[in-house]
């Protein structure tokens, strides 16, 4: 058909499916079309999770000071770490982390939780991750309220210039997180295995990410072992942590006295936001090739 | 005018070309568009995916490389033409492929064999109130519906009263849909579907469900499109499976 583009939306012929990049295309124009779906979706997100609830939505700031303070005893406590400032050298990373494992824990269900929904209307289903991660965006940004609240009232004395890099640190992650909630939220449609594995190897990968320890350990380790050293060093969540905590905190000092906040490894975050961005790139693609099947196996 | 095709032996159904359209009176312009056109559609379905698997049987069924019982074809060779103003039933028995084959045409599974190609605004009732949140009112959800299907907000919100009114749900719009009863659920997901002004209308078993009630307001709002079509252009293309 030549006619292409000028077909009206309620014109739908199965022969003109699309293969390849223009999978990606496809996916994006489906996004954008239906973004107030998405808005929608997000919306109901917080809500629910508000509901029910004595402190509401304002669980969303309690919660990661919580998580914050059950580290900090366990560390400080059992552990006796001699870092200054510690709550704020973990909330550096817990806060990032939490929106991650939000957003990626969300998404896996995203697609599975609505599957009368697909049975029964033809929408595009890349959708229903994409809130996920809105929803994880809104979660950040409260965190983020928590972070500033920190700042002022404990920690003034780490206020800098620096913290303006937060959002560009963020978006390499945003990219990052969307490539892996296309994916686990893809395959968890026929294996289901994916929710129940994930819960784990997100846990393993928290504590092999330079988050209750600084990158100097890593540092430390990499002197012993080289090749353990440069492996760790090409996880996503080494360069992510140790920006935002570079940015916020300042580097992990072996010796009593840190330096203050610094700019960030900004090679790193390139090369990380040009891997990560090729990596969602292909997980749209996986993704779209997937839907079809959707209706079929739910 | 509707067509019913012979009542198939249980097992995938086969529409030939010749069968349908041996019993269908031609049409009376073969100019007009055509409202829905199926040419050799086939619809299979991977049981390899479809049965719940585990890790442990997926890799014993990759190394076997079992042909067979791998694929079913629950539609096959089904080829038919619809112009604006026609209406379709199809009767089979249980497992005969009539939901399937409104589903292939909803647009909701993707043919595996053979082109569907629809011209105009579709609306299914496959099931009524299917992903209503039991969280949300009964408000958000014919919202998030509307954005679910794909209509204009704008539009979604001058539609809005019309829905509640014809929902007869009262005051409860705004309670979550979980304190519901199940005749209040299918009356505004009834509702809801039928506000969205369809030049296509799929059906599904759905005037049997709800309670009497809504069973009969079902069957007045449905009996009334083709008589009086909501567009000029083209009166709703009724189908009921």
Known sequence: ?298 | MSIETPPAAPGPIELSADRLSADRPPPENPAAPHAIDVQGLGVRYNLRLTRKNTLRTTFINAFRRKEGDRTFWALKDVTFKLVHGESLAVIGPNGAGKSTLLQALAGIITPSAGTIDVRGHMSSLLTLGAGFDQELSGRDNILLAGAFMGIEHAEMTRRLNSIIDFADIGEFIDAPIKTYSSGMRARLGFSIATSVDPDILLLDEVLATGDQVSGRRARRASSSWPAAPRRSSSSPTTWAG
């Open chain 1, 1 to 298: 058909m030549q006619m292409t583009q000028e077909v009206p939306a309620s014109y739908r012929n199965t022969a003109l499916r699309p293969r390849g990049i223009g999978l990606i295309t496809e996916a994006a124009r489906e996004i954008w079309s239906r973004r107030r779906l998405v808005g929608y979706l997000v919306r109901a997100d917080i809500k629910k999770k508000g509901a029910d609830t004595l402190l509401g939505n304002l669980w969303w700031l309690v919660d990661p000071l919580l998580q914050m303070l059950v580290y900090l005893i366990l560390v400080s406590v059992i552990f006796a770490r001699p870092q200054p400032d510690y709550g704020l050298f973990i909330f550096a990373a817990i806060l990032p982390w939490k929106w991650f494992t939000s957003s990626v824990n969300d998404a896996i269900t995203s697609v599975t939780g609505q599957e009368r929904l697909i049975k029964q209307i033809a929408f595009p289903k890349i959708i229903l991750p994409t809130a996920s991660v809105g929803t994880g965006i809104i979660n950040f940004s409260f965190g983020l309220i928590v972070l500033g609240a920190l700042l002022v009232l404990v920690f003034s004395h780490r206020i800098s210039v620096f913290l303006v890099w937060i959002p560009v640190i963020a978006a390499v992650q945003l990219v990052f997180t969307i490539a892996v909630a296309y994916v686990l939220s893809g395959v968890n449609v026929f294996f289901r295995d994916v929710g129940n594995i994930s819960r784990h190897l997100l846990r393993l990968w928290f504590y092999l990410s330079p988050a209750l320890y600084g990158a100097a350990t890593v540092e430390k380790l990499a002197e012993q072992y080289p090749s353990v050293g440069a492996l760790a060093k090409l996880n996503p969540f080494y360069i992510l942590f140790t920006a935002y905590r570079d940015v916020i905190y300042g580097p992990e000092v072996a010796a009593a006295g840190s330096t203050g906040p610094v700019p960030p490894d900004v090679a790193a975050l390139a090369a990380l936001g040009g891997v990560s961005l090729l990596l969602m790139l292909v997980a749209v693609w996986f993704f779209k090739r997937l839907e079809p099947a959707f209706a079929k196996v739910l």
